[in-house]
């Protein structure tokens, strides 16, 4: 049985590197070691058994995910690792910057498929990592990209609030206020996180 698990994940993966705008992350064991934010880690371990059958026949409805705002070189890229190795779950990575293309229309498509293909893999944890750079200046992207950004947008929080599918959404952030509001009404996220500095 382990063997038909490993050679499933083998055919995600190899979906995954093919387009080209999700990374498969290889979770390592010291990645799950992860000090302090015992709020977080408490909240994260009370789940893990929230994409289970028992609790989709219990009612339970899907978690949407997580939004963890802190400085840089605090851990918020290893608390997103730890998540997916807590839980067992494949962590990718969604890279913003590959998104956005010169074609009309083209970017609004690759963002419809890097969602299509997390759905594929999941259950799942998706990684955005520095998501206030990505979102920074959807405000004026009408006027500087033809208003892309605020389509792209558009479409990603769509389906953070529509979404059925087991796909947990770890985003990461420096800074709250370079974020559009929509990006945190409530409904869009379970909870957000603020992940200081260690004492």
């Known amino acids: 049985f382990p063997k038909v698990v490993n050679e499933i994940l083998d055919e995600k993966k190899q979906l995954i590197r093919k387009s080209g705008m999700i990374d498969f992350i290889n979770i390592k064991a010291e990645d799950s070691m992860l000090g302090g934010v015992s709020a977080l880690k408490s909240w994260l371990t009370k789940r893990q058994h929230a994409f289970t059958d028992k609790a989709r026949d219990f009612g339970l409805p899907n978690l949407k995910g997580i939004l963890l705002l802190g400085v840089q070189g605090c851990g918020k890229s290893l608390t997103a690792k730890a998540c997916a190795r807590l839980w067992n779950f494949p962590l990718l990575r969604l890279d913003t910057g590959k998104l956005f293309a010169s074609r009309v229309g083209q970017s609004e498509e690759n963002i419809r498929r890097a969602i299509r293909l997390a759905e594929a893999v999941s259950p799942c944890c998706l990684w955005m990592d ?4 990505s979102m920074a200046g959807v405000g004026s992207s009408s006027y500087s990209d033809a ?38 009404r409530k409904g869009r996220w379970d909870e957000i996180f603020f992940v200081d500095l260690p004492n």
């Open 130 to 133: 520095e998501i206030d750079k």
């Open 147 to 184: 208003g892309t950004t605020a389509r792209v947008l558009g479409e990603l929080l769509c389906w953070m609030q529509e979404r059925r599918k087991p796909v947990f959404m770890i985003a990461t952030a420096n800074s709250v206020t370079a974020l559009p509001p929509d990006f945190l």
